[in-house]
């Protein structure tokens, strides 16, 4: 009964390829979220939905799209891949009616683009 | 919104009481302060929330005096198993709460036999 699972857990595709990444949460929560970690382990937010809409777009190339189709799912798709890119990419959520400052992430995915 | 500054690295040892102090000098009015804890191949956790004085649960206790510029996270006798980075953060993006954690570099946090 994992809460936000993503997959794959491990990714790794040659530069110029297009991938995707799924989130799932099972806790109901309204609002999900894609961070970006990487090799120095700075951890930075990417995107934020709220009920299927766009919140936050933190200055991200638009090769990164995400999709919401509903509100249990956030997915990460990334165009023409670059060597840039390669980082943990983690998943989050936060509940409706508190501080969202309470985020639950999910267990990563590290892209490895050659 | 608030910058946070805390220690690179500490090193503990088993039992011991650590304490992690984080400044957050120019922390907002409805600001919160969140702990994170990351430990290698996960996603950050969070710990423990706060608005001022003291507050406890099950893992740790943060305090946070009266003018909030600053807050220390306390973990009792660690062990081995709370080796991780720890984050401190000053509140999201202030009034639009929309969620936006900003995170710092951390404290790793490493505990020793």
């Known amino acids: 009964d994992t809460a936000v699972s993503q997959t794959p857990k491990y990714l790794v595709t040659q530069m110029g390829n297009d991938k995707s990444i799924k989130c799932e949460q099972n806790?109901?929560?309204?609002?999900m979220y894609w961070y970006k970690q990487d090799s120095k382990k700075f951890l930075k937010i990417m995107f934020s939905?709220?009920?299927?809409?766009?919140?936050i777009n933190e200055t991200v190339p638009n090769r990164f799209s995400p999709k919401s189709p509903d509100k249990a799912h956030l997915n990460l798709h990334i165009n023409s891949l670059e060597l840039g890119d390669s980082a943990v990419y983690f998943c989050?959520?936060?509940?409706?009616?508190?501080?969202?400052?309470?985020?639950?992430f999910g267990p990563g995915t590290r892209l490895t683009v050659l | 919104l608030a910058k946070t500054t805390q220690p690179i690295s500490m090193d503990s040892y088993e039992g011991q009481e650590v304490n992690i102090t984080c400044s957050h000098n120019?922390?907002?009015?409805?600001?919160?302060i969140t702990w994170y804890q990351q430990f290698p191949s996960q996603g950050p956790r969070f710990i423990i929330q706060g608005y001022k004085t003291k507050v406890t649960n099950e893992v740790a206790s943060l305090f946070i005096p009266a003018d909030r510029k600053s807050s220390t996270l306390s973990l009792p006798r660690v062990s081995l198993s709370d080796t991780a980075v720890y984050y401190c953060l000053g509140g999201t993006d202030g009034s639009s709460n929309t969620g936006k954690l900003i995170f710092g570099q951390g404290t790793t946090l490493q505990v020793k036999p």
């Open positions: 806790l109901g929560h309204d609002t």
């Open positions: 989050a959520s936060s509940p409706p009616g508190t501080s969202t400052d309470t985020q639950y």
């Open positions: 120019n922390i907002a009015t409805n600001d919160y």
């Open positions: 939905y709220n009920n299927k809409e766009l919140i």
